[in-house]
């Protein structure tokens, strides 16, 4: 009942929920307790009422934002506080004393100066709001950006002011309760007092040197800035908060091309949520500041995903425009006719190739591409087999439920219970993995039961196995190992520290140059992190995953075989090219499974009971048993490309071929204008001068 009230609400926990209930049942208490009327009751009920508002502020609760569209907004939540005070003190026959006077002038002072207040928040943010927010590129030795205001002042602004009037409703209540005004008056001063010294501390924010440089200065900066790096290779992206992965996922790649690559948002929020890079972000919110920028050395636009926005960048014809997407897979979003406006479609493989042509979308052959999935260079080929004595390892990493929450869409609730324990008891004994997706559990609450309880099972197995005589551990080893960890996350955090959160905007575009050496530091340490995670507990543990780390790609790189659904992890762990086994949880029949999905055409199918998982076992054991195995690879080829040349080379290849198509075209119209051009001027020396007419209207040199 409780679970259900949540999803109704919107809420995110149960303590979230008893806010809720707390707060909204509080303001019908206040105003029983101001007509009886009781100052203790008042007292009880309005620090209830406080105490949860904030509460549910500070968790950023959905609840509070659906108050203020129903016109119950928080000034509204803290006026209505205000008048039931005063009419407490007109219900105890103080409406002709002095501190009833006070509350009552004190409130509308004090909602004077939300006025201003409001006012010098919202200008300070609006200056300080730069027409581009970048990252990596310096501006700093451009333009003066001064530092963001302390963030006391302008984090949380209008909840920060509004309960300043605590100190007033507390002082009004004493009196009240000792029928004597001096409570009162101190607290309507000290009430005022901090409200007149919020407002004066914004004050030199909004002049002087306080303040940002125009956006003409800020936009000629970013040109200068583009003129002397001279960018050739851009990845052009927009979208919500959620598709941040879409972008995030070619960042690496980015920084491997060998041309000089440049990325640019549409949105501040992408940025916002942008994975740490050392290539040069410009995030550009306005249309016409983008196609008033100076892109003019940029040969190759990269877009990695089909939105309205594309076509302020689409427009400029110097450059070629290449649609590269955000994965691989059968979804009807991979042959999108939106893809014929680009010059070049790039897939993963010829399965990409073979798509578009099945769709007949209006996307031709030749202007496709396969380059490969950079992306999957850190999952590690399977070597063929598992070492002799090493307990075989198998991953269980079923999706998510879906926004639909179809049934079918993840193992979870129909086969994942059977899928566990068929694992656990399996003889020869293996290693099971469980990463689940981050959202299960969010729109099922099925799902979230089926998930603990599968994690239940898992971490009981692991217990009997600890203490089972036929496995032992390497105490000395994983000792050291978790001695490794603790050293490492030291470090990291230092790193982390060290880059900790710009004040704003403005301030994180003029000191979000990246460092270098730290960013690779990083990378380096969270590889050591990995390793030593793995070495950090016995080689035959069963493992429960949920966190972001170790990643999804180090589970596949330890494991000898995976069980999923249908979703891009399985066309991810086919570069692996292990033994895989993935769950028809709809029943659709394997032929008919198998010809909707291309990623499981060389995957042992399950059904919900699971009983097909022997297949899959005994491959892992004895390559010798292993059917599918030619059909992987084969699979591995049509959907990911060859594995030689590198698809890093591929791409990069890619892109320095459609470079020099660029740089033809224009070098083409250039001779093209050029000799229009003196064509004209050709034209115009051979044409007779015709004089004009004088004023009697008689042409030059003619007369009587």
Same mark, same amino acid.
């Given at each position: ?6 999803? &109704? ?22 105003? &029983?307790?101001?007509?009886?009327? #009781? ?5 009880? $009920? ?62 509308? $002072? ?30 700093? #030795? ?24 605590? $100190? ?74 959620? #598709? ?21 948002? /549409? ?226 955090? &230092? ?36 390793? +030593? ?35 891009? &992890? ?5 570069? #692996? ?54 059909? /992987? ?22 892109? +320095? ?26 034209? $115009? ?20």
């Amino acid at each position: 009942m409780i679970t259900t009230a949540i999803r &109704v609400a919107r809420v995110g926990s149960a303590a979230e929920l008893a806010a809720a209930v707390l707060m909204l049942a509080g303001f019908p208490a206040i105003m &029983v307790a101001a007509l009886v009327p #009781s100052v203790p009751a008042f007292a009880a $009920a309005t620090a209830v009422t406080y105490l949860a508002d904030h509460y549910l502020h500070r968790q950023g609760s959905y609840l509070i934002n659906r108050l203020s569209k129903v016109r119950a907004g928080l000034s509204i939540r803290f006026l209505i506080r205000q008048l039931l005070l005063i009419l407490l003190l007109a219900r105890l026959d103080l409406s002709d004393s002095l501190v009833f006077y006070g509350a009552t002038a004190c409130f509308i $002072a004090f909602y004077g100066l939300q006025a201003p207040h409001g006012a010098l928040v919202t200008l300070i943010r609006n200056r300080r709001r730069m027409p581009v927010a970048t990252r990596n590129v310096d501006l700093a #030795s451009r333009i003066r950006i001064p530092n963001a205001p302390p963030q006391g002042l302008l984090n949380r602004s209008a909840e920060k002011m509004l309960h300043l009037d605590l $100190a007033a409703v507390v002082g009004i209540l004493v009196s009240a309760a000792l029928d004597s005004a001096t409570a009162g008056f101190i607290g309507i001063a000290v009430t005022l007092g901090l409200g007149t010294l919020y407002v004066l501390a914004l004050m030199p924010y909004v002049r002087g040197k306080k303040i940002p440089p125009t956006a003409e200065k800020v936009l000629a900066a970013v040109d200068g800035w583009l003129s002397e790096y001279k960018p050739e290779t851009v990845l052009y992206f927009s979208g919500s908060k959620d #598709s941040t992965y879409q972008v995030n996922m070619w960042l690496e790649t980015m920084e491997q091309l060998d041309s000089r690559p440049l990325i640019i948002l /549409r949105e501040r929020v992408i940025l916002q949520n942008l994975a740490p890079t050392t290539v040069p972000v410009i995030c550009v919110p306005g249309g016409v500041h983008l196609m008033n920028m100076d892109l003019s050395t940029v040969r190759v636009a990269l877009y990695a995903a089909n939105v309205g926005k594309n076509i302020h960048l689409l427009r400029v014809p110097t450059m070629k425009h290449v649609f590269i997407g955000h994965g691989d897979s059968d979804k009807l979003a991979s042959v999108n006719p939106f893809s014929k406006v680009y010059d070049e479609v790039w897939t993963a493989g010829r399965a990409g190739r073979d798509r578009y042509a099945i769709a007949d979308v209006g996307v031709r052959d030749d202007d496709i591409v396969e380059v490969g999935r950079p992306q999957l260079a850190p999952i590690r080929s399977g070597d063929g087999g598992v070492p002799e004595g090493r307990v075989p390892t198998v991953l269980y990493a079923p999706t998510w439920e879906g926004w639909d929450g179809n049934p079918g869409n993840t193992s979870l609730m129909l086969a994942g219970e059977n899928i566990v324990k068929k694992l656990l008891k399996a003889d020869p004994p293996v290693r099971v993995l469980y990463k689940p997706h981050p959202f299960t559990g969010t729109v099922l609450a099925k799902a979230g039961a089926a998930h603990r309880k599968i994690t239940a099972l898992i971490e009981k197995a692991a217990a009997e196995r600890a203490a089972d005589a036929r496995f032992t551990a390497e105490t000395a080893a994983q000792e050291q190992a978790r001695a490794d960890l603790a050293r490492i996350e030291a470090r990291l955090a &230092v790193l982390a520290g060290n880059g900790g959160e710009k004040g704003d905007e403005a301030e994180a575009t003029r000191d979000g140059v990246a460092d270098v050496e730290k960013h690779e530091e990083i990378a380096r340490l969270r590889g050591e992190w990995n390793e +030593a995670y793995w070495r950090s507990f016995p080689v035959w543990e069963h493992r429960v995953i949920t966190g972001a780390e170790p990643r999804l790609y180090d589970c596949f790189n330890v494991s000898d075989a995976m069980v999923s659904d249908i979703s891009s &992890v399985v066309s991810d762990f086919i570069a #692996s090219g292990k033994p895989y086994a993935v769950t028809d949880s709809a029943e659709l029949g394997v032929e008919e499974f198998k010809r909707q999905n291309t990623a499981v055409r060389a995957a042992t199918i399950l059904s919900n009971s699971a009983a097909e998982l022997g297949g899959l076992l005994d491959a892992v054991r004895d390559p010798a048993k292993d059917p599918l195995a030619e059909d /992987r690879g084969e699979l591995k080829r049509y959907l990911l490309g060859p594995d030689e040349p590198t698809s890093i080379e591929q791409f990069n290849t890619a892109v +320095a071929n459609l470079a020099i198509k660029a740089e033809a075209r224009n070098v083409g119209q250039e001779s093209r204008a050029a000799g229009a051009g003196e064509s004209e001027a050709e034209l $115009a020396e051979a044409m007779p001068v015709q004089r004009g007419s004088g004023p009697s209207g008689e042409a030059d040199g003619v007369g009587a």
